[in-house]
């Protein structure tokens, strides 16, 4: 039974480093965001691809002020859930932070720092059907 568990364990580890080696979906030279974004995720949003590679329904990034200051809007959502189950990313200009407006199973969930200024900014972008130039 050991050689068993052993090789089960030799595979896990294996798996890992493919998983976490995959590409960003953030544009390039946002990594410190993203890998900031995946730490402030939910437990249950972790194992969720739609989630970490933003490999649903998305949006290119987008410019996207709030309240006058630059951010850089994303957006990605769960294949066929997509209002119950989303995420509008605001990263900031450092490219090390980011705010997030997550909703998963319809309950709402702020990350990174999202305040009143992002949700109702989110409230902006639905009402505006996903087309926004500024919140």
């Known amino acids: 039974m050991r050689p068993v568990r052993i090789v089960r364990l030799a595979s896990a580890a294996l798996v890992l480093p493919l998983v976490a080696a995959a590409p960003s979906p ?22 969720a691809a ?23 809007y994303l957006f990605g959502c ?9 995420v509008n990313i605001f990263l900031a ?10 909703k998963m199973r319809g309950s709402q969930m702020l990350l990174g720092g999202a305040g009143p200024s992002e949700v109702a900014c989110v409230r902006k972008l639905e009402a505006a059907g996903g087309v926004l130039k500024a919140c």
């Open 78 to 86: 769960k294949n066929h859930f997509c209002d119950t189950d989303n």
């Open 93 to 102: 200009p450092d490219r090390k932070s980011f705010r997030a407006v997550l």
């Open 26 to 47: 953030f544009p390039a030279g946002y990594e410190a965001s993203y890998q900031a974004y995946l730490k402030s995720l939910p437990p249950g949003g972790r194992s």
């Open 50 to 72: 739609w989630l970490t590679r933003l490999n649903g329904v998305t949006a290119p990034p987008a410019p996207m002020p709030i309240g006058g200051k630059p951010t850089l």
